[in-house]
């Protein structure tokens, strides 16, 4: 097992941190969910889970590491199985290591990890009818993620609805957002506009079927509709905005 004892160097004590959020982004391939997500490193000391393994872009910093890590002296951009995951959380909490923000690139590329990786094990029977167990599995880890007082930001892939292109949802099935939705927070919508604009919705609309996710409609519902080219700071101060 890799040892991520010295992962950021000194260790935090836990009252020093606020409560965790869980925050999804969702939008098309190239529209910049993780470039905004690695913004969070402003912020605070980030963890990247390299799921999907399209982070040539990504350079890691002083607040930013990536999962899997890599062993020579050079970054070697790796995909990060289930058990690499489960491994890397569990150590984390059995050494009582401290940081902010753990970006999960994608979530639904998570649910292919687990999923493959529990079908070759044995773990589950059924390619269709195991997927409950990888759902449970899921959100069981999101939420140990959470207790450790760790905020997640998750990226995901978007789908259009029905005939009508302007209806978009997470590419989760729907019963994986039943499960992550007794965890999650947010569900912001990340749109490019051009090469140089990018536009994050935050309120609720019928066209961005995500939103209905959100566990705190009440509230969210209340922010400004969108923010231009964002950073993970605009978005927690335009939340606190209205808390």
């Keep these: 097992m890799t040892d991520f004892n010295e992962l950021f160097g000194e260790v935090k004590p836990r009252g020093q941190y606020s409560s965790s959020v869980f925050t999804v982004i969702y939008g098309s391939i190239g529209c910049g969910k993780t470039t905004l997500a690695t913004t969070a490193q402003e912020l605070g000391k980030c ?74 094990r044995g773990e589950i029977g059924d390619s269709f009818y195991g997927r409950q167990q990888v759902y449970d ?36 099935t729907d019963k994986l957002k039943d499960k992550v939705n007794m965890t999650i927070d947010n569900v912001f919508y990340l749109k490019k506009v051009d090469d140089t604009k990018r536009t994050l919705i935050l309120k609720a609309s019928e066209d961005l079927y995500a939103t209905k996710l959100t566990a705190k409609m009440d509230v969210y519902n209340n922010i400004p509709s969108s923010i231009d080219n964002p950073k993970w700071i605009d978005v927690v101060e335009t939340i606190k905005g209205v808390e």
């Design 47 to 120: 963890v990247l889970i390299n799921f999907e393994n399209r982070i040539s872009h990504i350079d890691e910093t002083e607040n930013l590491r990536i999962i899997p890590r890599s062993q020579s002296e050079y970054r070697e951009d790796i995909m990060c199985e289930d058990k690499t995951f489960t491994g890397f959380i569990k150590y984390i909490k059995d050494n009582n290591i401290k940081f902010d923000y753990l970006i999960i690139d994608t979530i639904d590329e998570m649910f292919n990890k687990f999923h493959k990786g529990m079908l070759k």
């Design 137 to 172: 599995k899921m959100w069981e880890i999101l939420k140990k993620i959470k207790d450790l007082g760790i905020s997640i930001i998750a990226t995901c892939h978007s789908k259009a609805i029905g005939d009508n292109s302007m209806k978009i949802d997470l590419s989760l």
